[in-house]
RNA sequence: GGCGAGUUCGUCUAGCGGUCCAGGACACUGGCCUCUCACGCCGGUAACACGGGUUCGAGUCCCGUACUCGCUACCA
């Protein structure tokens, strides 16, 4: 069967009852990824068929968190589209159209039963060990025109479908291969709930038929109850999609991912202050991989390379660490302009006024420090000191920097210095260098007392390009600040 | 309980019968670079769940066992 000359469609089909998990979130990367590599379209559907749990903030942050994680939909809500509407809310008469084409064929049957006798039928069933579970299929067999004589009196009822007694229903998982269920062993699952809302199984048959979705990547939850979707294709005379079943994120120690155990939805990771395409690599990269050595890698290089057959089966376990790991690689590779602009903005909320600092100014701190942090937000912190005057030293490094002769050494420096005029880099190297050996001295030993006298800190970046980054004056004045606390 | 899926270093993974005394990445660790911290570079520790087959040959194919997860709802 290779029926793939129509164009992919595929779909990300949440359900609005909590926020957007991780594993939802692979999901619908993976959807949108193979939409874009095959240069198909990828829609968005909302399932909310639930009335019970359905939920309008969750609905909303899910919009948000798709679009923040820059998988932005071709069709769906907000959007439209020519399959409309994307809320199964509003196709109610479209699936009762297909119930009740099944009914006519008699494929499916209305089913009486209360929740009481369901509930007293499992217990008996448990009790006697049987191996086959489920409905007993009372109603399997009354007739129709009983049935709505007594739906017409007022009865009310859910509709179930036909499952064939015998018989076996198999179909081909493109990432696992061939898996197959025996009829017996299916129960007559409810597809009309007595709400007159569909269960997902038939709205999402109905809805992949009539949107035109030619691959269905979902969790793989649903391979159990796939045959099942496969018989509702058959029975409604449709082709069924392709699927493609997807493993689950486990949390670090195995088991659920869950917020005590650190995060789980896409806007706990967001609060932490990770990057979305961090968020969207490390994600594809658990359970798929581009067949090379590659790992940090932009959403357009991993569409380029993106298919199905290198999807792994095995569940993964989420590790912060690599997470981390990954997001400084990306703040590394973020443009600086663009971290400069984060720097202004952000800067602002730690007291700091930038209206008066060059962009040249903040381009060349963006890109000192971008080495050196794991989360954007760390940067506005670290670059206090360009701006503002320590006005306390880190207790350790004083004690190990400024010995007996620090003073002496800096104030030699900072003479040195007040005769440079071009202060760049390389002419606040030769400076240091002079003062080198005229003192004798080696170079740590006058960097470290200076640097804990211009920053506050130990740690950071190259001296002289930290130098020349504050400028002349500040770094002249905080010097003398500081010498007669060198003792 | 029944049915289904999965099982390579601590973690993510490569591997699709011989080129694997198993390769890459994170973490850990030794070193280099160096004014510190990062970045970067070089090196190290560490894995084919177990048992049977098939085969000249198995991480790779088949069958069991174990373990993990899922389904077994008028939830998705």
């Known amino acids: ?22 594993g939802g979130a692979r999901t619908a990367i993976y959807n949108y990824f193979y939409a874009k590599a095959m240069g198909g379209t990828f829609y968005l559907r909302i399932e909310d068929t639930d009335r019970k749990r359905y ?43 297909a119930v009740e084409s099944l009914l006519e064929k008699g494929l499916a049957y209305y089913c009486f039963c209360t929740e009481e006798r369901l509930e007293e039928v499992r217990k008996a069933q ?17 007739p129709l025109a009983e049935a709505r004589a007594r739906l017409a009196a007022g009865e009310k009822a859910v509709v179930r479908f036909k499952i064939p007694l015998d018989g076996v229903t198999g179909f081909v ?19 009309l709930k007595r709400d007159k809302y569909p269960t997902y199984h038939l709205a999402s048959v109905v809805d992949d038929h009539a949107m035109g979705t030619t691959h269905v990547l979902r969790g793989d939850e649903w391979i159990s109850s796939t045959p099942k979707h496969v018989l509702l294709y058959q029975a409604l005379g449709w082709e069924p999609p392709v699927f493609c079943h997807l493993p689950v994120i486990l949390a670090a120690g195995g088991g659920k991912l869950s917020k005590r155990k650190g995060a789980a939805s896409v806007g706990d990771f967001r609060d932490q202050g990770y990057l979305p395409e961090t968020l969207v690599n490390f994600l594809a990269l658990l359970g798929w991989n581009p067949g090379d050595d590659r790992e940090v890698m932009s959403l357009d290089e991993m569409i ?27 703040i590394h590779r973020k443009d600086t302009a663009w971290l400069a602009q984060y720097l202004r903005e952000n800067l602002e909320a730690q007291g700091v006024d930038t209206a008066s600092v060059s ?56 003479e040195q210095l007040a005769q440079l005029s071009s202060f760049d880099a390389p002419s606040i190297e030769q400076a240091f260098m002079s003062v080198c050996t005229r003192l004798d001295a080696k170079l740590g030993v006058l960097v470290h007392p200076v640097r804990l006298a211009v920053s506050g800190v130990a740690a950071g970046p190259g001296l002289f390009e930290l130098l020349e980054v504050i400028g002349q004056a500040e770094v002249l004045r905080r010097l003398e600040i500081a010498e007669p606390l060198m003792g």
């Not at 793939?4 to 595929?10: I, M």
């Not at 206090?384 to 002769?405: L, V």
């Open 126 to 142: 448990e009790a006697s060990g049987q191996a086959v579970s489920g409905y007993d299929r009372k109603c399997r067999d009354l």
């Open 359 to 414: 962009q040249e100014k903040m381009i060349g701190i963006a890109d000192l420090l971008k080495t050196r942090v794991h989360f954007l937000k760390d940067l506005p912190g670290m670059s206090r000191y360009f701006f503002i005057a320590p006005e306390t030293y880190d207790e350790k490094a004083r004690t190990k920097a400024w010995g007996p002769g620090s003073r002496q050494t800096t104030t030699a420096v900072r």
């Open 55 to 97: 939920n309008e903030a969750a609905l909303h942050d899910l919009l948000r968190d798709l679009k923040w994680l820059g998988l932005q939909w071709d069709e769906g809500p907000e959007v439209g589209g020519p399959y409309g509407p994307y809320f199964q809310s509003e196709r109610l008469d479209i699936y009762a159209r």
């Open 304 to 330: 380029a390379k993106f298919t199905l057959d290198r999807i792994n089966p095995k569940a993964a376990a989420f590790d912060e660490k690599k997470l981390e790991w990954m997001n400084g690689q990306h």
């Open 173 to 191: 998982d493109q990432i696992r291969g061939s898996i197959e269920t025996r009829n017996a062993l299916l129960d007559d699952l409810v597809i």
């Open 1 to 22: 069967m290779s029926e793939n000359q129509r164009p992919v469609r595929v779909r990300f089909a949440p359900s609005p009852t909590g926020y957007l998990h991780v």
